[in-house]
Nanobody
Framework: QVQLVESGGGLVQAGGSLRLSCTAPGRFFSARAMAWYRQAPGKQSELVADIPSAGNTHIAGSLKGRFTISRDNAKNTVYQQMNSLNPEDTAVYYC???????WGQGTQVTVSS
């Protein structure tokens, strides 16, 4: 059972930035596809961004230009940088290991207007 550990959520004012981190223990992290999802209150979960082991990253269309995803394989960590946050970005953000089909516990992001 892969246990992902997320951090970096919190309360931020509109227009601010946050960086989420997700550490995935285990071997061969560089070969694992990772992703971030989010779920806002009363809404379905949605894919925010994904990053394969190699190749191009993908950001959900509405978030392009504000969100980026990156990884540091030496630290077994994937990051999500979120800029120009607005109240509609308020959600619980989940890290996902697509290779091992594992989820993190989620980290709350709240954007105040």
């Amino acid at each position: 059972q892969v246990q992902l550990v997320e951090s970096g959520g919190g309360l931020v004012q509109a227009g601010g930035s946050l960086r989420l981190s997700c550490t995935a223990p285990g071997r061969f992290f560089s070969a694992r596809a990772m992703a971030w999802y989010r779920q806002a209150p009363g809404k379905q979960s949605e894919l925010v961004a994904d990053i394969p082991s190699a190749g191009n990253t993908h950001i959900a269309g509405s978030l392009k230009g504000r969100f980026t995803i990156s990884r540091d394989n030496a630290k077994n960590t994937v990051y999500q940088q979120m800029n120009s946050l607005n109240p509609e970005d308020t959600a619980v953000y989940y890290c996902r290991d697509d290779t091992y089909k594992a989820w993190g516990q989620g980290t709350q992001v709240t954007v105040s207007s």
